[in-house]
């Protein structure tokens, strides 16, 4: 989860917001919590919040205080059977704080929704993708995976995905999508993400090109950002991480935003079944119902859930201050990889 402001990204001043923009805030405000009653088009799952590396600036290593723990299939059927003979059906996001394929249940996690009709994401360091887990993956009806790898060298991997191999990554994700083809899938649409650091910035071409051979869809380039909970030390000491390139750096956005579309979109549900605001609450700083006892919806519909949602919609909380999601610009790039490599599609992100 990046943050803002860190040395070496710049600062740019804020235009004030625009009139048009300062009465829609206002008219947010007097919203009802109705209008906060709309159920979530993405369920982002904590199957775990356990890690097996220590990247740097990550919060599960150094800044998570909440209670480590796996995810039981019980609280994730909770989810699921929730939207049993509804029409909704919100996609469910296995990336949330910590290394999904830690959970060993996690297979079956993605089967259930998936059978039940939800689209399925999976986004994984990559350390453990040997062929029984690759293979329970592709089987499982995992719609998309993200396969993250920081770099096209021992160096720019191992630098900052602490405790990782960058031969044992790399060989991994060959044989992940070396098995996909074997077995003849088109599923799980496969992502190469990377962080672009100080490191990697210059290996651009050499992973594009590697991604495309080896067989993934589409590379996602995301940019470098020091987390907003580090502090003013910790993002000297890490700075060394940003790219030097000013182009593929993040920065805060030019003109202020009101409100976030977040809260209100998306819903988290921590590994112990507890109801999370959005994807920047790694540490659950705001409290929302458990839904171990009434199922996911009740939890989500409650009032003191749906009151957060609208404070966070109008960015009312600490953690709305450093968010990268609707406070920041340039968020990386992606590049879809068709014709067996050849033609090179590229969009931002």
Known sequence: MPGLDAPGQGSIGLRPPTLRDRLAARIAHLLPLAYFRKLPGVIIVDATNVCNLRCPVCPTT??????????????????????????????????????????????????????A?????????ATRLDAPTCEGLIKSGLSRINLCMDGFSKKAQETYRVRSDFEQVKSNIERFLAIRRDLGSTKPFAVLQTLLTSYSENQIQAMTEWAAA?????????TFSLGSYTSVEEKRRYSHFLPTRPDLLRHPNDEERLTCT?????????????????????????????????????????????????RGFLKQFEICRGCSYSNADNLGFKINLQAKGKALEKATV
């Open 62 to 115: 150094f800044a998570m205080t909440r209670k480590r723990g796996m995810m039981r299939i019980e609280i994730f059927k909770r989810i699921v059977d929730d939207f049993r003979g509804r029409k909704e059906r919100p996609s469910i996001y296995f990336n949330f704080s910590g290394e999904p394929t830690l959970n060993p249940e996690l297979p079956e996690f993605i089967r259930y929704a998936s059978e």
């Open 117 to 125: 009709g939800h689209e399925t994401f999976l986004s994984t360091n």
């Open 214 to 222: 080896a067989g993934f869809d589409q590379i996602r380039y995301k």
């Open 262 to 310: 977040a809260p209100r979109g998306q819903s988290v549900v921590f590994w112990n079944g507890d109801l999370g605001l959005c994807c920047i609450d790694y540490d659950r700083m705001v409290e929302l119902p458990n839904i171990g006892e009434k199922g996911f919806i009740a939890a989500y519909l409650s009032r003191p859930a749906m009151k957060a949602r609208k």
